[in-house]
């Protein structure tokens, strides 16, 4: 019996919603998105998959949809002010940011140091690893 869903959220209707509805949607999405991966998760490991494996890619759409209703809300009350629409978009998409970049904000050059920095961090952490790895134990095969 196949499963039965409700449909993604339009940004039209998320419009129309407070930012308290926003905020209590985008947690109910993440809850569902948790679950929906915790469950592909435990029917990978027994060769099995999702009975409705559309649910995911329908919560990540509400997702970025909400962050787009934000981000328009940001744009417009900021108005001109570059510097409080920065701050807002940082709220928005986090300190670190996510893969959704508004055309307007993060300018190029930081983008660019950004993805520099992480680079580095990376290569870092590699570095760290390899060094700190053991070597495999030789042993001595005894003659008898």
């Given amino acids: 019996m196949p499963v039965v869903v409700g449909l993604e959220w339009d940004a039209k209707n998320l419009r129309n919603k407070s930012f308290d509805d926003l905020h209590r949607l985008w947690y109910i999405l993440l809850k569902e998105q948790n679950a ?12 099995k998959t ?6 995911v890619k329908m919560v990540k759409k509400s997702m970025a949809r909400i962050k787009l209703v934000l ?8 108005g001109d002010n570059e510097d409080q629409r920065k701050v807002m978009m940082r ?12 055309t307007r904000y993060p300018n190029k050059e930081e ?11 990376w290569q870092a952490n590699k570095i760290k690893k390899t060094k700190t790895k053991k070597s495999p134990k030789k042993t001595m095969k005894s003659s008898s």
């Fill in 71 to 78: 981000t328009e809300r940001a744009i417009a009350e900021a």
């Fill in 111 to 121: 983008v660019t140091r950004i993805k520099a920095e992480k680079e580095a961090e």
């Fill in 36 to 47: 929906l991966l915790t469950e592909s998760y435990h029917l990978k490991v027994v060769k």
């Fill in 50 to 55: 999702l009975d409705a494996p559309h649910r």
């Fill in 91 to 102: 709220l928005i998409n986090g300190p670190r940011g996510t893969g959704y970049v508004h």
